[in-house]
């Protein structure tokens, strides 16, 4: 079992950059591959950024591509998400995600990772 715990929200004005990360207890964190997700009011859950678990592999949700950026540093159990050039419509709760063997075919749907962290909000002023 992983516990994830992220951090690093908060308030910022459109344009700006705000890192999150994601600190997990537990063994062999490196057998996860690590989601980011996000959920607005009102809205579903959206697939933010993905990466493997070695950090070789990375995948991103349209709406951020070119703006976001997800590493990984194992030694430290820990999974960030770099967001620049913020958007109002960026503003959601932002959720961390683990999951083991995940195929590179499903690292977008929220339903298969089975470990989630509390989450952490983003408020982007226009």
């Known amino acids: 079992q992983v516990q994830l715990v992220e951090s690093g929200g908060g308030l910022v004005q459109a344009g700006g950059s705000l890192r999150l990360s994601c600190a997990a207890s537990?063994?062999?964190?490196?057998?996860?591959?690590m989601g980011w997700f996000r959920q607005a009011p009102g809205k579903e859950r959206e697939f933010v950024a993905a990466?493997?678990?070695?950090?070789?592999?990375?995948y991103y949700g349209d709406s951020v591509k070119g703006r976001f950026a997800i590493s990984r540093d194992n030694a430290k159990n820990t999974v960030y998400l770099q967001m620049n050039s913020l958007k109002p419509e960026d503003t959601a709760v932002y959720y961390c995600?683990?999951?083991?063997?995940?195929?590179?075919?499903?690292?977008?749907?929220?339903?298969?990772?089975?470990?989630w962290g509390q989450g952490t909000q983003v408020t982007v002023s226009s």
């Open positions: 995600a683990a999951e083991t063997f995940l195929s590179a075919n499903y690292y977008y749907r929220a339903d298969e990772y089975e470990y």
């Open positions: 537990g063994r062999d964190f490196s057998r996860y591959a």
């Open positions: 990466i493997s678990g070695r950090g070789g592999t990375t």
